[in-house]
């Protein structure tokens, strides 16, 4: 009987063990862009600016989620310039699902092919409905819950998402390791910029992994004490 609940208790140690938002990234395009996708235990999964650019890294994308036996349950952008887009209307068609972006970037999405005809970088928008997401709200994922963090400065609608229980943030573009997002495109606003970093990504404990729109992974304690833009 007591071998049973030891058992029992193991079983259940595992599983609550597995409960998590797992994050896979990738790094796509000339413009070096992080795609990421996160997943959970039961393979549902959400990606978040899907940045695959040729048909390559389409297949990259693609044969991970195959390979993972992933379910994809939702597409997000942090913001939408062109490098966080290229791949939406990829995968929008492929797992059929919704566009989901804040009010605010629905120009910024607008403009991305053009902007991607001066970076000649030219490729097929996202042109389906859009959902849109708004400020404190949460993204639930079965058990699994997304802060939504409207964190504006980069582009007028950047939303970072935010897992309290797993310890880490998708900040887009607003917060890089050791740097900031830029603020010269249309939209963007320095003064905001910082501010958005300050009161809403700062808050946050200092081990908070920080998933960034490009660069290495960070933490909220190390941006805190090395970021320059910050300590300026
Ligand atoms: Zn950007
Ligand atoms: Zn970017």
């Known amino acids: 009987m007591i071998l049973v609940n030891k058992i029992t208790l193991l079983g259940l140690i595992t599983k609550i063990q597995f409960l998590m938002l797992y994050v896979k990234s990738f790094i796509f395009s000339l413009i070096q862009e992080n795609t990421y996708i996160l997943y959970n235990a039961f393979n549902d999964c959400i990606i978040i600016d899907p940045g695959c650019y040729d048909d390559s890294e389409k297949d990259v994308l693609a044969e991970y989620i195959k390979e993972m036996n992933l379910v994809p349950k939702m597409l997000l952008n942090t913001h939408c310039h062109l490098d966080h887009v290229f791949g939406n209307k990829f995968v929008a068609e492929k ?29 097929d928008n996202y042109s389906g409905e859009l959902f849109y997401l708004k400020e404190s709200e949460t993204i639930q994922l079965g058990e699994d819950k997304l802060k939504i963090i409207l964190t504006p400065g980069h582009s007028p609608g950047s939303l970072s998402f935010y897992s309290e229980k797993d310890g880490f943030v998708i900040s887009g573009d607003t917060l890089f390791n050791r740097s900031i997002g830029r603020t010269d495109l249309p939209g963007g606003n320095y003064e905001l910029l910082i501010k958005s970093i300050k009161e809403k ?16 992974l960070t933490t909220i304690g190390d941006e805190k004490r090395f970021n320059p833009f910050l300590n300026a």
């Open 95 to 123: 797992f059929g699902l919704t566009l989901q972006i804040h009010e605010k970037e629905k120009r910024v999405l607008d403009f991305a092919p053009a902007s991607g005809l001066m970076y000649n970088l030219p490729f």
């Open 201 to 216: 990504l700062m808050i946050l404990p200092d081990q908070t992994k920080v998933y960034s729109g490009h660069g290495d």
